[in-house]
């Protein structure tokens, strides 16, 4: 067991940080890799742990990115040319090693995703409702009832919510708090009047025109005057559409993910990382790049 990669696992999954767990679940010998390996694959493509030998590193790296930006679980078939069709049936993704090595591997990535978070600010019943209905949907919720500002802790980021409820007693200050930190939604519930009176004071202030674009204000559907629970349904309403659209996520979609540079190794066909590819030929003008010695000499010899 890979307690490192797991404690790792623990402290990323407190800070609400998304990853991938990728897990070797299959191996056949000569393949580096054992049962049981671990490794965690981050949104930067960087890589903490051990599944084996540097073979598909690429292609794990960008399995497990794009689990991230869908959220779905893959299992990944690494293995010999000849097998890749009939496995390939089996509903796995299936992945050529490199053309030296005999062995084969199953790894299974599991996207660890944030859950949606809810930051309501302010003492209210709408926020006391707010809370209550955004716990039922099984979303983190955080509430600050007129205490310290400090959001730094609470692990704020694409898939949460921040939503200002201080009935006007410190509205400007919530959302500058509120305006710094990476949410995915800042909202403010007010009236019309208020809310363009409190963004007129953040504008005046000197806060960017385009911090104040992401205050939502009025926050919620607007279902005119309608009491406490009635506001909360709203806010919450229009948070769950929001997020059935992909707007509050940890992790680009998958049209605005970046992924490393690749290359396929035209002896094996294997997926190569161009930036960290060692074995590399230049031919009529164009580059290639191989995943081993034996692909490179096969390549130039012909």
């Known amino acids: 067991m890979d307690l490192a990669v797991l404690n790792e696992a623990v402290a990323l999954s407190a800070r609400r940080e998304p990853f991938t767990l990728a897990t070797v679940v299959w191996r056949r010998a000569p393949s580096s890799g054992r049962v049981g390996s671990k490794a965690i694959i981050r949104p930067d493509g960087s890589v903490e742990g051990w599944l084996g030998g540097a073979c598909a590193l690429a292609t794990v790296v960008r399995e497990s990115l794009a689990a991230m930006a869908d ?8 293995g010999q040319a000849d097998e890749l069709e009939r496995r390939a049936g089996e509903g796995l993704v299936t992945v050529p090693m490199a053309c030296e090595s005999e062995g084969a591997l199953e790894v299974y990535l599991e996207p660890m995703l944030p859950s949606p978070q809810l930051v309501a600010i302010g003492r209210s019943p709408a926020v006391s409702a707010l809370a209550a209905m955004a716990g039922q949907l099984g979303w983190s ?7 310290p500002l400090d959001l730094s802790e609470l692990g704020i980021g694409g898939a949460s919510a921040v939503v ?28 019309a009047k208020r809310a363009a009176s409190t963004l007129g004071l953040l504008r005046d202030r000197g806060v960017a025109d385009e911090q104040l674009a992401r205050i939502v204000a009025p926050a919620g559907l607007d279902l005119g005057p309608v009491e406490n629970a009635e506001i909360a349904v709203a806010v919450l309403a229009d948070l769950v559409a929001r997020r059935a659209a992909g707007q509050l996520s940890s992790v680009a979609g998958p049209a605005d993910l970046t992924l490393p540079a690749t290359a396929i190794d035209p ?3 294997m997926t190569v990382d161009v930036a960290t590819a060692k074995y590399r030929s230049h031919r009529a003008g164009a ?9 490179k000499a096969q390549f130039d010899s012909a």
Do not use: K, W
């Open 141 to 147: 919720v955080a509430v600050i009832d007129d205490g």
């Open 164 to 191: 200002v409820a201080t009935q006007g007693h410190y509205d400007d200050l919530a959302l500058e708090a509120a305006l710094q930190t990476g949410a995915g939604y800042v909202g403010l519930v007010a009236s």
């Open 71 to 78: 959220g779905q679980p893959r299992l990944l078939f690494l």
């Open 267 to 269: 002896v094996c066909g």
């Open 287 to 295: 580059d290639y790049f191989f995943c081993a010695p034996g692909c």
